[in-house]
């Protein structure tokens, strides 16, 4: 049976599904990309200086308090509308402010924002635009560490507070397994902020992230975000430098590093990282403290250099030819091996839940029925 006659059969037999020879579908690959506020970043999440975030990919950006991962959100929804997108923000802490989304160019007259932190209600919301059918629509949810179920605050109400976090993880993922596939059938960006906390223990392993293992699992792209301080010549703070870091990607090759500069007055510098990466492949000369393209000088300094990007676009192309021809890769290779210690711990962990033996089992058993006795 040939492959177009398999592809037939199944059309016919099995309803409601994507059938297609694999190189004819549009449902396998990404038909679109939305930029971020940084060329560096848009290189480590799609190889190309002009790309950034494909479409049919539900992207979790996570770090600690003020890293970022709520500007980076806002910053995308502003691009994806110049490109026909429809934003919908779903703030679980009340933190998407007015003012916020101004400041970084979000029109808001454009944006469907939903406030709400109870996860049944989440999972009501993604259902609705998954039954509307609506295409090229950019997702925000903020954050999943905001999420709890509406059944502890009734309980509380009752002075009987139970917490069930096992259950609540289990409707997380159930929800963001529904966000991805909105963004699959749907043309679709999906962004989730969450938090990260130190792990313990004697093996260095990368931060915990809140929402569970749901969170490492579910989105196609991962990217966590670090900060240090920007300061000046005379120790005052004027920005901050993120570290952005794809823990997993499944459009490029995960681990890559990119530079993101913030400044409190001029705003986030699109070029930050650039000029490295340009003597790295032979495009920028430095000489002393100059830097040049050809015979043209860019600037005296790494800062005035970066700037001065704005004023030759050839030296971006220049740079993306060269990224696209030698598939350049910034790969930290203590990330990669920390993701893949945590990989082998949670592997363990679920043996383990596994592993119980008919004597563990006994003893599960009857603390159990001795606890309903007591009841």
Known sequence: MSLNSIKELLLKNVKGTHVSVMSESDISKSSDFVKTPA????????????????????????????????????????????????????????????????????????????????????QSVLASLKDSGEKKLIIGLDSVGGIDKIGS????????PKADQGQLQKQIRSMLKLMLNI???????????????????????????????????FPSIQIMLKKALIKDADKNITGNEITASTLKNRVYPPFQEATINIDYQKGIQPYAGLIDLGIKAGIITKGGSWYSYGDVKLGQGADKATESLKDYPQVLEDINTWLETTKYSSVNENLKAAEDALAEVLKNDKEEENSFTNDEEDVINVKKKTVRKRK
């Open 153 to 160: 605050y009734e309980s509380a109400l009752k002075d009987d």
């Open 39 to 122: 060329l560096d970043l848009n290189r480590i999440l799609s190889g190309n200086l002009f790309k950034g975030i494909p479409n049919r990919n539900l992207v979790g950006i996570v770090g600690p308090e003020h890293a970022g991962k709520s500007s980076f959100m806002i910053l995308c929804m502003a691009e994806a509308i110049t490109k026909g997108y429809t934003p919908v923000i779903i703030d679980t802490e009340g933190g998407v402010k007015d003012e916020f989304c101004s400041r970084w160019g979000l029109d808001l007259s454009k944006v469907l924002y939903i406030y709400t932190p109870w996860i049944n209600k989440i």
């Open 183 to 217: 963004c699959i059938e749907q043309e679709s960006i999906g962004i989730v902020t969450s938090h990260f906390y130190s792990r313990p223990g004697l093996i260095p392993l990368p931060d915990e992230i809140s929402g569970g293992k749901a969170m490492r699992l």
